[in-house]
């Protein structure tokens, strides 16, 4: 009986302890899939689908839309065109249908954009234009010279857009007291003979970019206030001032070149080739600075922002 009893009772404490170690399997299991599983309760499942549902019932955001652009910016006009190369004094000029009232000038910069690569300081300015009415011209320029091989984007509002880029520098400066110009194309300089305006009849002092060139031009004094001096065609004629002022070849600059200044205002070069060559290399925004000369060229004559000091310059924007 002993033996049977003893052996009966390590029967039982075994499978007790088999019972209790297949019931701790089973609850670390279960816990196991509690911690994996918990989107599977119902409850989770339920909290999720009303999530999803109230978010299908939300009505959408609607898409922003762009601010319409100013009535000034239709018709605008860019001076400068896709692709172009300029010199390292272009400003971007634009010009407008019909003025723009003071009001509205603010809101018409903010949709002007320039990207430069690389970038630069510069600003926008709006410019008394020699033959336009106040409030129809606005410029930008760089704080100083752009630096050839920049590229350059301009964005007018919505729809017009020019993508253009800086090539090699050039800056010819004429010294009206000495006849002579003084060529700088990347670096290397080159000294020219010249003849500027005779005394009465002085050329601008200043800053000028070169706006344009035509390989024959016929000039009438009558048109910039002269009389009947002259009416006659001249040839590589570099246009830098919108009042009239030229560089160009001038038959009298064969004789008077480097000695003394004979022009009506106009900056004369020898039939020799010399004005042909400068013709040949010069383009749309070099500089050609005149010193030694009285009344300085104003900025809406031609591009004459260069002119104006940095400070007066970002005071003609509507945004400072």
Not at 5 to 27: H, I, N, V
Not at 87 to 107: C, D, H, K, Q, Y
Not at 148 to 175: C, I, K, M, N, Q
Not at 225 to 247: I, P
Request: glycine share 12%; charged share 20%; proline share 5%.
């Amino acid at each position: 009986m002993t033996t049977g009893m003893t052996t009966a009772r390590r029967a039982t404490r075994a499978w007790g302890a088999a019972a209790l170690c297949s019931l701790a399997l089973a609850g670390c299991t279960a816990q196991g899939g509690a911690d994996q599983g918990r989107g599977s309760d119902p409850k989770d499942a339920a909290t999720a689908a009303d999530r999803a549902s109230s978010a299908r019932q939300k009505p959408e955001r609607p898409t922003a839309r762009p601010a319409p652009d100013p009535a000034a910016l239709k018709g605008v006009r860019i001076n400068v065109s896709n692709g172009q190369t300029v010199g390292v004094g272009m400003p971007i000029s634009l010009t407008f249908a019909r003025p723009v009232p003071v009001a509205e000038r603010a809101a018409v910069e903010r949709r002007l954009k320039v990207e430069t690569d690389p970038g630069v300081t510069g600003s926008w300015s709006w410019v008394q234009d020699r033959n336009l009415p106040e409030g129809q011209r606005v410029d930008y320029r760089p704080r100083e010279r752009w630096k050839p091989g920049t590229e350059v984007t301009v964005r007018a509002g919505s729809g017009t857009t020019r993508t253009f880029e800086v090539g090699r520098s050039l800056v010819a400066t004429v010294d009206v007291r000495t006849h002579t110009m003084t060529v700088v194309k990347d670096g290397r300089p080159r000294e020219v003979k010249v003849t500027a305006g005779a005394p009465g009849m002085d050329t601008w002092n200043g800053t000028m970019v070169v706006l344009d060139k035509q390989s024959r031009v016929l000039m009438d004094s009558r048109t910039v206030g002269y009389g009947k001096a002259y009416k006659d065609y001249y040839n590589y004629a570099v246009h830098l001032t919108a009042s009239g002022t030229y560089l160009h070849e001038n038959p009298n600059a064969n004789a008077t070149a480097g000695e003394s200044n004979v022009t009506h205002g106009c900056i004369g070069l020898a039939t020799d080739g010399t004005a042909r060559r400068f013709y040949e290399e010069v383009i749309p925004g070099d500089i050609v600075r005149v010193v030694g000369s009285k009344e300085t060229v104003a900025a809406g004559n031609g591009y004459g922002g260069w002119n104006v000091g940095w400070k007066q310059w970002r005071a003609g924007s509507a945004l400072n």
